[in-house]
């Protein structure tokens, strides 16, 4: 799962579409974590898609992320700021990829 502490034991080391990643990154195998208020560890993520279908304000995109071992996708919290903390995408993805800090 996710490490909900990733903002005290990582670093950022990047910016992407107006959002932190935090590392360590090593691509195309190593990805990091995207986002800060929705966080989502790329290297976990298996492009299941529920956070995508489910979120009611449209957080996530998919980026394409080829030559990752677990997916070639990635759901991306593009739209961080619109997050209501409803929490769903955090119950519904199947491999915990997601952490959102509801304060
Ligand atoms: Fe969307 Fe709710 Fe997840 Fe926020 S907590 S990204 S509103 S599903
Ligand atoms: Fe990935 Fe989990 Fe969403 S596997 S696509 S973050 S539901
Ligand atoms: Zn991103």
């Given amino acids: 799962a996710i490490d909900p502490q990733f903002h005290e034991n990582r670093e950022q ?34 492009a299941d898609g529920a956070c995508l279908e489910d979120c009611p304000v449209d957080v996530f995109e998919w980026v394409e992320t080829p030559g990752h071992p677990e997916s070639e996708e990635k759901a991306d919290p593009t739209h961080e700021a619109q997050c209501i903390d409803c929490m769903l995408c955090v119950d519904v993805c199947p491999v915990d990829a997601i952490d959102v800090d509801a304060g």
């Fill in 13 to 46: 080391v990047d910016e992407h579409e107006g959002h932190v990643v935090w590392g360590p990154v090593d691509e195309p195998e190593e990805l990091g974590i995207h986002g800060t208020h929705v966080a989502v560890d790329f290297d976990l993520c298996i």
